[in-house]
């Protein structure tokens, strides 16, 4: 059940901090306060970050595991530093 959870989370980010085994975004993520920024997606050369349309506010960014290499391309370009990856990525 828990495992089950889990894994179903892994695509679904939006709520809270978005974590990924390698990559984190937090709370600070400009999307989050309602300013639209996709600067992170433009910048991701796997197409790992996608923006989901919802109610309410600009499309919050959704970071897919499978396809994120840990490369780093899109932690410079946040205009926030919202986005950092943890010590075990690469
Ligand atoms: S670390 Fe690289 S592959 Fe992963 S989301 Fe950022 S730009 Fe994309
Ligand atoms: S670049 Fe930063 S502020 Fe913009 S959507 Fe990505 S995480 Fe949020």
Not at 19 to 27: A, E, M, N, V
Not at 52 to 70: E, F, I, S
Request: with cysteine.
């Amino acid at each position: 059940m828990a495992a089950h959870a889990a894994h179903s989370r892994r695509w679904f980010l939006s709520a809270g901090t978005a974590r990924t085994p390698g990559l984190t975004i937090s709370d600070a993520c400009l999307a989050r306060a309602g300013v639209v920024c996709q600067a992170c997606g433009d910048a991701c050369p796997e197409r790992a970050i996608r923006f989901a349309l919802r109610r309410g506010g600009p499309p919050l960014p959704d970071v897919d595991q499978d396809r994120c290499t840990a490369c780093g391309a899109c932690v410079p370009v946040c205009p926030v530093g919202a986005i950092s990856l943890s010590e075990n990525a690469q």
